[in-house]
């Protein structure tokens, strides 16, 4: 159900955009969006403010001489085989091909799933886009907040299932943009992330002192 309240209304929109609801929400937002204006204005508020994040991920060029292989390739002359011979070739070609793609299915690289959240004020208000790429977490500030001079940020992992939580280093008091790459743990659909408050150099005690700033749990996004 559409909520009502604005803050939970923006909050919703922007999870939309970021594509972490999961696939019966997305649609109830994408069939609401018909007759909502103002979820409408939202939408298109949140797709305008995360736009330039997209440099998160930078497109790749393809591997040098790719083309002009294919174009070789393609021009490549058939020669003229007997009717007798063309099931043999074709027997055995088939053959190759199976193993080929085989080898491709159990060589090739597992792709990475796509893990994102947006962590969350105690009022529900987006503070951060969080992305895991790989093992390591990419943070954006969607709405930086003043910290005080006697304290820092402090940035948390905790997995499912875990006891407690990982501390993976304090933010700079700039906020901005940051990437981490724990080596303690990976990113995984179900983790915590949240940011505390704590004292200058971090908490003392290895576990949050301070109050929680933002939270949220990684999911895979849509379309992973």
């Known amino acids: 159900m559409i909520p009502t309240d604005p ?24 069939r609401a969006l018909d007759g909502d204006a103002g979820l409408r204005e939202m939408v298109a508020a949140w797709e ?13 060029a393809p591997p040098p001489g790719l083309w002009d292989r294919i174009a070789t ?20 070609g088939a053959s190759a091909v199976a193993a080929g793609l085989a080898a491709f299915l159990v060589l090739r690289p597992v792709p990475e799933q796509r893990l994102m959240t947006v962590l969350l004020t105690q009022r529900d208000q987006p503070a951060w886009l969080v992305e895991a790429d790989g093992g390591a977490l990419r943070l954006a500030s969607l709405n930086p907040q003043p910290v005080p001079s006697d304290r820092v940020m402090q940035l948390w992992a905790l997995p499912q299932g875990a006891t407690a939580p990982t501390s993976l280093g304090l933010i700079p008091a700039e906020q901005g943009r940051l990437t981490v790459t724990p080596s303690s743990l990976r ?10 408050l704590e004292p200058p150099g971090g908490s003392p005690t290895g576990r949050p002192t301070g109050p929680v700033l933002f939270i949220g749990r990684l999911a895979a996004a849509r379309g992973a």
């Open 7 to 30: 803050v939970e209304r923006d909050a919703l929109a922007a999870e939309y955009v970021l594509g972490t609801l999961d696939a019966r929400a997305a649609r109830e937002v994408e």
């Open 48 to 60: 305008a403010r995360l736009a330039p994040l997209s440099a998160l991920a930078p497109p790749e």
């Open 73 to 92: 390739a393609l021009d490549g002359t058939a020669v003229p085989l007997q009717p007798s011979r063309i099931w043999r070739f074709w027997a055995l």
């Open 187 to 196: 990113p995984e659909p179900g983790m915590l992330i949240e940011i505390t």
